[in-house]
Nanobody
Framework: QVQLVESGGGLVQPGGSLRLSCAAS????????MGWYRQAPGKQRELVAR???????NYADSVKGRFTISRDNAKNTVYLQMNSLKPEDTAVYYC???????????WGQGTQVTVSS
């Protein structure tokens, strides 16, 4: 079992920045790909960014050049640095861990990000 706890959401003005954190209950990064997803009201959940166990990274086109995913193995924590935020980035952001062989996955509880003036 893996518990994921997100933090760092909040209200920010357009053009501002936030950093989200996702703390895993144990060291899983050598076996799991870690991802950030988001879900806006009335929309499907979508992948924002993912980092694999081998550190391959991919981003949604809508956030390329503005968001950066990273991880700290010593702290069992994955981060999402979000810069140049836009109102359309408003959503609940979820952390996801998926075993790259067994495909068993876990979700955090979500953290709200609101971009508004």
């Amino acid at each position: 079992q893996v518990q994921l706890v997100e933090s760092g959401g909040g209200l920010v003005q357009p053009g501002g920045s936030l950093r989200l954190s996702c703390a895993a209950s144990r060291n899983i990064f050598s076996l799991y790909a870690m991802g950030w997803y988001r879900q806006a009201p009335g929309k499907q959940r979508e992948l924002v960014a993912r980092i694999t166990s081998s550190s391959r990274i991919n981003y949604a086109d809508s956030v390329k050049g503005r968001f950066t995913i990273s991880r700290d193995n010593a702290k069992n924590t994955v981060y999402l640095q979000m810069n140049s935020l836009k109102p359309e980035d408003t959503a609940v952001y979820y952390c996801n861990a998926i075993h790259e062989v067994l495909h068993q996955d876990y979700w955090g509880q979500g953290t709200q990000v609101t971009v508004s003036s």
